[in-house]
């Protein structure tokens, strides 16, 4: 059975010359990055040309990334590290009603700690706006936390305007920084911290085509951050533990690719998804895109179906080699729709109707075709079996034209 991989916004396979550039790191290359002899200095310079590399693929300074594990890690080092660090000048933070799982259980942790929370929404587009923004700003506040692009629609945000904003408040002398979730645009937009005008931004390797495992965090220069990891010194005191060398290594490979091959995979899954959309457009009725269709990511398609559960869909498309996933979660035993869509103002049926497609460098024109093939078959059968589409059917069909 051919098997095809759209579900790249989950995790992407490690390209074979990431896996080259990490293997001497997990044999004879083994050093400890902290001991002083040949072994520990030998990692030390490849975590440094990592360190580069990373920092190169956001228009930051080497000494402004914190290694770490992950997005989510990132996440939590740059809120709660925030948070902590400024309690004292006030205990407001602003979000939008779409962020990451990590981002929102960080904010829902701070809620139950005394702080207060603003959630912004972010209308049909799943766009946020930046004059709630501006409303929402108050002398407490301490953090904006808005993500560059969403992970289930992949709608960009405009972070570079909110963080003008911040720099505003900031010359009129307010304790204020923003941090904004990259892991998701990273891999398939340009992204500059000075442009964005950020404090704070998160990455993750496996989005980029480097194991699970690792990531960064920028921190602009002279932001202080309460630690979350105590007790090492790696990181400039930022992030104690030993640095997980193959990974780091992995990952600054990773992002040289990424900045020297970013505009011809943004491209080439730009022109991929065009000729998925125009096929589903072609085979299947009765359904919606999800998210603002110009302000998202090149390699992203969400849509609803309806009549259909999202989550048959998706086990249908499985069964017949094709990976996609659904925003649903399972909360005590029973699908909950996902929050991103219900966020957008779709109701629960939509919600639950959703599949994202995520498309990546290596796909092809003979695997959407694939998918092109067996979507509508799917789609077709599962909505047999509803009773609310057989409704709708005879509906339409007594309906005098
Ligand atoms: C937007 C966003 N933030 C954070 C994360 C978490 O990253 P990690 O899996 O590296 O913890 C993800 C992963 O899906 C994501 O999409």
């Given at each position: 059975m051919l098997r095809v991989y759209f579900d790249h916004s989950a995790t992407t396979p490690v390209d074979r010359r990431v896996v080259e550039a990490m293997l001497p790191y997990l044999t004879e290359k083994f050093g400890n990055p902290s001991s002083v002899h040949f072994y520990g200095q030998e990692s030390r310079a490849a975590v440094d040309r990592a360190r580069r590399e990373v920092a190169s693929l956001v228009g930051a300074r080497p000494n402004e990334i914190v290694f770490l594990s992950g997005g989510t890690e990132a996440n939590n080092l740059a809120i709660r590290g925030v948070c902590e660090q400024h309690a004292e000048h006030g205990r407001h933070v602003i979000t939008t009603s779409i962020e990451h799982s990590s981002v929102r259980g960080i904010c829902d942790a701070l809620g139950r700690r005394d702080w207060e929370v603003t959630r912004l929404p972010v209308y049909e587009e799943g766009v946020v706006r930046v004059e709630d923004v501006r409303a929402a700003l108050r002398p407490d506040t301490v953090l904006v936390t808005v993500m560059?692009?969403?992970?289930?629609?992949g709608t960009v945000q405009p972070v570079a305007e909110i963080g003008a904003l911040i720099r505003e408040r900031r010359a009129a002398g307010q304790k204020i920084w923003l941090h904004t979730d990259a892991v998701q645009a990273a891999g398939g937009l340009r992204v500059d911290v000075d442009e964005l005008a950020c404090d704070l931004l998160s990455l993750s390797a496996h989005k980029l085509y480097a194991p699970k495992g690792v990531g960064a965090l920028y921190v602009r220069r002279g932001v202080r951050l309460a630690p979350q990891n105590v007790g090492g010194h790696q990181e400039r005191e930022r992030r104690g533990g030993t640095e997980a060398v193959p990974l780091v290594v992995a990952f600054g490979e990773a992002a040289r690719l990424t900045r020297l091959e970013l505009d011809a995979r943004a491209e080439h899954v730009r022109r991929l998804r065009e000729r998925f959309e125009a096929g589903v457009e072609a085979r299947v009725s009765d359904f919606v895109y999800n998210g603002d269709r110009a302000r998202r990511l090149p390699g992203v398609s969400n849509i609803s179906f309806r009549y259909v559960e999202g989550e048959g869909l998706l086990i249908n498309l499985d069964m017949q080699g094709v990976a996609v996933s659904t925003g649903s979660a399972c909360s005590s035993g029973s699908l909950e729709p996902s929050p991103v869509i219900r966020a957008l103002g779709r109701d629960d049926e939509l919600a639950r109707g959703s599949i994202r497609f995520s498309l990546g460098k290596d796909t092809t024109e003979g695997e959407v075709d694939y998918v092109l093939e067996v979507l509508p078959r799917a789609v077709e059968t599962l909505r047999r079996l509803s009773p609310l589409y057989q409704k709708a059917r005879t509906e339409r069909a007594c309906t005098p034209a």
């Amino acid at each position: 059975m051919l098997r095809v991989y759209f579900d790249h916004s989950a995790t992407t396979p490690v390209d074979r010359r990431v896996v080259e550039a990490m293997l001497p790191y997990l044999t004879e290359k083994f050093g400890n990055p902290s001991s002083v002899h040949f072994y520990g200095q030998e990692s030390r310079a490849a975590v440094d040309r990592a360190r580069r590399e990373v920092a190169s693929l956001v228009g930051a300074r080497p000494n402004e990334i914190v290694f770490l594990s992950g997005g989510t890690e990132a996440n939590n080092l740059a809120i709660r590290g925030v948070c902590e660090q400024h309690a004292e000048h006030g205990r407001h933070v602003i979000t939008t009603s779409i962020e990451h799982s990590s981002v929102r259980g960080i904010c829902d942790a701070l809620g139950r700690r005394d702080w207060e929370v603003t959630r912004l929404p972010v209308y049909e587009e799943g766009v946020v706006r930046v004059e709630d923004v501006r409303a929402a700003l108050r002398p407490d506040t301490v953090l904006v936390t808005v993500m560059l692009a969403n992970n289930e629609v992949g709608t960009v945000q405009p972070v570079a305007e909110i963080g003008a904003l911040i720099r505003e408040r900031r010359a009129a002398g307010q304790k204020i920084w923003l941090h904004t979730d990259a892991v998701q645009a990273a891999g398939g937009l340009r992204v500059d911290v000075d442009e964005l005008a950020c404090d704070l931004l998160s990455l993750s390797a496996h989005k980029l085509y480097a194991p699970k495992g690792v990531g960064a965090l920028y921190v602009r220069r002279g932001v202080r951050l309460a630690p979350q990891n105590v007790g090492g010194h790696q990181e400039r005191e930022r992030r104690g533990g030993t640095e997980a060398v193959p990974l780091v290594v992995a990952f600054g490979e990773a992002a040289r690719l990424t900045r020297l091959e970013l505009d011809a995979r943004a491209e080439h899954v730009r022109r991929l998804r065009e000729r998925f959309e125009a096929g589903v457009e072609a085979r299947v009725s009765d359904f919606v895109y999800n998210g603002d269709r110009a302000r998202r990511l090149p390699g992203v398609s969400n849509i609803s179906f309806r009549y259909v559960e999202g989550e048959g869909l998706l086990i249908n498309l499985d069964m017949q080699g094709v990976a996609v996933s659904t925003g649903s979660a399972c909360s005590s035993g029973s699908l909950e729709p996902s929050p991103v869509i219900r966020a957008l103002g779709r109701d629960d049926e939509l919600a639950r109707g959703s599949i994202r497609f995520s498309l990546g460098k290596d796909t092809t024109e003979g695997e959407v075709d694939y998918v092109l093939e067996v979507l509508p078959r799917a789609v077709e059968t599962l909505r047999r079996l509803s009773p609310l589409y057989q409704k709708a059917r005879t509906e339409r069909a007594c309906t005098p034209a």
